[in-house]
């Protein structure tokens, strides 16, 4: 029999969830398949469709969850995100993928299923945290990509593509490939998207593009912001160059959620400069701009309306954003901690929102939390574990008179059973040689057991320390 893939879970209906993907490169696999995928991903307003070039497109429904992978490894089905959690055993989802081959990696979205409104990404941590013989019944897996099928690359023609995927994954209630619309022009797109997409309150859709972008096209997202801090033009000191934003938790903090640099005319950055230059007050919080410039804190007193093209609620890595938390009193601006939210994509700046208060109802944090992978709130003061150092190894070696330096460093970090985005071991190899054009170079491995780690371990010390090489420390 072979080893199972993944340790640990806990009850989750007739199977698992929140067990540990232990086969450590089949999760890089996962995560390099998550970055590239994510770099090809372009956020495209519903009014700009007309600008994209007449080309073969392949339009789908976008899915409002999490990117997951359905995975059949030596004779093993199941559930696994980039993360390295995993959804094992005897589930609807995996009993209706049992015609999937093996050797097969599946990409798609996990989403919740629900009868009275459209899915969001939060309804699917609500679903992932049910308990009960039914609990699993609340997913569903929609394929919209793979790796491999049977340990082969997938047809590069995306309609094919689908094919491949609808032949070992037919329909069913927890399973589906999705649905692909061939279209030719950004005008059937849009007229697409006005029709089937707007009234049906669906996310959005996904076109892929013959030039190999993917684009996301969703309705815009208003939100109501208050402003925290301002940055100036370096050619023109009274005019703002951009303004730092913050939305209000219930107890009354501030989420700094990002800023906005589309602010209008020269205008009218003049006047934001007006109003908020006297408003400067101390901060302990130091932040700058994508610019470089640093931002001036002030009194939270103006709120604004922001148009965004997106809330990204999940990074490449399948990791959650996070956002600095803070207070503030009559002394300034504090930091608390920080916590998962979302990214501002394209934020642009509408209007001066002077009918709104800047508390926790006219600027509340609740706009973003649809959009969020993560409900878990994370204070940097909170008592977290100190990690745990397992393994310290130093080499070194005189070559031509310049001294090189390897160094292996294994660590627990106790904290995986608190925090789903540390991993349960992290294991980095340093390498610095001062004769090289990049002297210094490191190399990060996350590891989901000890077991893992030290082989990670043993395989960075035979491909790095041949002859020549000096044990020195521990």
């Not at 999940?314 to 939210?341: R, Y």
């Not at 393994?391 to 070194?396: I, K, S, Y």
């Not at 090189?404 to 627990?412: E, I, M, N, P």
Request: overall charge negative.
């Amino acid at each position: 029999m072979s080893t199972v893939p993944y340790t640990g879970g806990q009850a989750f209906g007739s199977g698992l969830r929140d067990a540990r993907l232990s086969d450590a490169a089949l999760l890089e696999s996962l995560q390099r398949y998550k970055r590239r995928v994510a770099g090809t991903y372009r956020a495209l307003p519903p009014a700009r469709l007309g600008e994209l070039s007449a080309a073969q497109m392949w339009v789908t429904r976008k899915f409002d969850g999490e990117t997951w992978f359905l995975v059949r490894q030596s004779g093993h089905l199941f559930l696994a995100s980039p993360t390295g959690k995993v959804i094992a055993g005897d589930i609807p989802t995996l009993k209706q993928a049992d015609d999937l081959p093996d050797d097969s990696i599946v990409a798609g979205e996990l989403f919740a299923r629900l009868t009275d409104r459209r899915e969001r990404v939060g309804d699917l941590a609500a679903a992932l945290a049910k308990d009960g013989a039914d609990a699993a019944d609340g997913i569903t897996f929609v394929a919209f990509d793979g790796v491999q099928l049977a340990g082969q690359p997938l047809p590069i023609d995306y309609s094919e593509k689908v094919k491949a995927l609808s032949a070992c994954l037919p329909a069913a209630s927890h399973l589906m490939v999705v649905d692909v619309m061939a279209m030719h022009t950004g005008l059937e797109v849009f007229q697409h998207f006005e029709s089937q997409i707007l009234p049906t309150g669906a996310e959005g859709l996904v076109v892929r593009h013959a030039s190999g972008i993917v684009y996301k096209v969703k309705p815009e997202i208003n939100l109501d912001a208050v402003v925290i801090g301002y940055t100036v033009k370096a050619d023109q000191p009274t005019q703002c160059r951009s303004l730092l934003l913050s939305l209000r938790n219930e107890d009354g903090s501030y989420v700094i959620s990002g800023a906005c640099g589309n602010l209008g005319d020269d205008a009218q950055r003049a006047e934001w400069f007006k109003r908020l230059q006297p408003c400067s007050v101390p901060s302990q919080i130091r932040r700058a701009s994508d610019s470089g410039g640093l931002y001036q804190f002030v009194k939270p007193e103006y709120v604004v309306e922001l148009t965004v093209t997106d809330l990204q609620g999940e990074l490449s890595d399948g990791s959650s954003p996070m956002a600095q938390t803070a207070a503030f009193d009559a002394a300034g601006w504090a930091k608390l901690g920080s916590t998962p939210s979302v990214s501002l994509i394209h934020p642009v700046l509408n209007r001066l929102r002077e009918d709104k208060a800047p508390d926790e109802t006219g600027v509340c944090f609740a706009q973003v939390q649809d959009y969020l992978t993560s409900k878990l709130s994370v204070s940097v003061a909170a008592d977290l574990p100190q990690s745990t150092v397992m393994r310290r190894e130093v080499w070194t070696k005189t070559t031509k008179g310049q001294l090189a330096v390897r160094k292996l460093l294994v660590w627990k970090t106790n904290k995986s059973e608190l925090d789903d985005r540390y991993p349960a071991y992290v294991v980095q190899w340093t390498d610095f040689s001062a004769g090289r054009a990049s002297p210094l170079d490191r190399d990060v491995r996350p590891a989901p057991d000890e077991a893992t780690a030290n082989e990670l371990a043993q395989e960075f010390i035979e491909a790095n320390i041949k002859k020549g090489w000096e044990k020195v420390g521990l």
